[in-house]
T-cell receptor
Framework: DAEITQSPRHKITETGRQVTLACHQTWNHNNMFWYRQDLGHGLRLIHYSYGVHDTNKGEVSDGYSVSRSNTEDLPLTLESAASSQTSVYFC????????????FGPGTRLTVL | AQKVTQAQTEISVVEKEDVTLDCVYETRDTTYYLFWYKQPPSGELVFLIRRNSFDEQNEISGRYSWNFQKSTSSFNFTITASQVVDSAVYFCALNTGKLIFGQGTTLQVKP
């Protein structure tokens, strides 16, 4: 069965360190998305990609970067982790950008000390 | 600007009560899609329904029903005869190319 996975599921890091969260999907979807979930804010879009070598900034992109070298993976990098980036991160993919449901990964809980 | 508002932060009901979760959206696009997702205590996001802007038919799926009214920019979700397993955070979302989520409504169903 097709799926979308994230790793690690839990991560504790220190302020200033670089952190990369992995996202891998086997749906063969062109469209992939990264969100963060914080209390009172729902899910907010960080970055998204409509295909290989395509990346776009979302609502809360400062301090984050992504790259898309193949269809299956969209890693999210925190260049210099800050305590404000403590959150739960969800990756998602979809067949079409707008009209289709997005399939979500299980989430990564990141704590920045 | 695109925006989704779920004014109810938390709702608590007793099992078997009916409950309606409100969702109001803003967009200037004429083509858009509306979604509801459920997030149970285990944390995953579960897709419940998708509705496009040209289809105002209400939908019923078992104990769940959705009322889409373009005139009031609302897409409300009703659970009939609620059960403890319905306890979760429910998100309404709007998609015009990017998915914009509301803040979520936490539903607690007490036995």
């Amino acid at each position: 069965d097709a799926e979308i996975t994230q790793s690690p599921r839990h991560k504790i890091t220190e302020t200033g360190r670089q952190v990369t969260l992995a996202c891998h999907q086997t749906w063969n979807h062109n469209n992939m998305f990264w969100y963060r979930q914080d209390l009172g804010h729902g899910l907010r879009l960080i970055h998204y990609s409509y295909g290989v070598h395509d990346t776009n900034k979302g609502e809360v992109s400062d301090g984050y970067s992504v790259s898309r070298s193949n269809t299956e993976d969209l890693p999210l990098t925190l260049e210099s982790a800050a305590s404000s980036q403590t959150s739960v991160y969800f990756c998602a993919s979809s067949e079409r950008p707008a009209g289709d449901e997005q399939f979500f990964g299980p989430g990564t809980r990141l704590t920045v000390l | 600007a695109q925006k989704v508002t779920q004014a109810q932060t938390e709702i608590s009901v007793v099992e078997k009560e009916d409950v309606t979760l409100d969702c109001v959206y803003e967009t200037r696009d004429t083509t858009y899609y509306l979604f509801w997702y459920k997030q149970p205590p285990s944390g995953e996001l579960v897709f419940l329904i998708r509705r496009n802007s040209f289809d105002e038919q209400n939908e019923i799926s078992g104990r769940y029903s959705w009322n889409f009214q373009k005139s009031t920019s609302s897409f409300n979700f009703t659970i009939t005869a609620s059960q403890v397993v319905d306890s979760a955070v429910y998100f309404c979302a709007l998609n015009t190319g990017k998915l914009i989520f509301g803040q979520g409504t936490t539903l607690q169903v007490k036995p």
